[in-house]
C-alpha cells in the first residue's frame, strides 16, 4: 500500500507578510502522493529499489 507523506511549512516573508511566524507553527498542512510505475531495472545484480527524494527549502538551502 501506500504511505502518505505529511509535512507542514511556515508563511512566506515579505513586505506584505505580517510578523514573522516561529518553524513550529503549522500555517498550512499539505499531503504528498507519489507514485511510480513502468520504471526501467537499472540494477544489475537483482531487483531496482526506485525511491523518491523530497527536498524543502530550510533557511535559503535546500535539504532532504
Keep these: 500500500g501506500r504511505t502518505p507523506i505529511s509535512m507542514a511549512y511556515t508563511l512566506a516573508s515579505g513586505p506584505d507578510a505580517g510578523p514573522a511566524i516561529a518553524p513550529q507553527h503549522c500555517v498550512t498542512k499539505v499531503e504528498l502522493s507519489v507514485c511510480g510505475s513502468n520504471l526501467l531495472d537499472r540494477d544489475v545484480a537483482s ?12 533557511g535559503g538551502n535546500w535539504v532532504e
Excluded: A, G, Q
Design 47 to 58: 531487483k531496482s529499489d526506485p525511491f523518491c527524494v523530497l527536498f524543502h527549502d530550510v
